[in-house]
């Protein structure tokens, strides 16, 4: 089982966020806790990706078409820490 770690800038953002992006969100976490990272790849509409740039060594869910996760994998400790949910900027 992996364990999930959110940065603490999201407690602020929870409130802001539409219901339907907390839903997918409570759906990725439970994919990412019993069945790890690489499972979400499985998921088309998840859009899983690694990301380059300033972000590299992160990787990218999408919510909806608006909101991303982003997040870093640990495979040594088995722990996902989402760094931030935030509008995506195409």
Partial sequence: M??????????RKWPK?????????EL??????????AALRGFPGLHDEALKGEW???????LSL??????EVFE??????V???NPHRH
Avoid: A, C, M
């Fill in 76 to 81: 040594k400790e088995t722990l996902v820490r």
């Fill in 66 to 71: 608006q909101f991303r996760l982003i997040y």
């Fill in 83 to 85: 760094e931030d949910i």
């Fill in 2 to 11: 992996w364990r999930i770690e959110e940065h603490r800038r999201l407690e």
């Fill in 56 to 62: 590299k060594g992160y990787r990218s869910s999408r």
């Fill in 17 to 25: 966020l539409p219901h339907q992006v907390l839903k997918k969100y």
């Fill in 28 to 37: 990725w976490k439970s994919i990412v806790r019993y069945n790890g990272p």
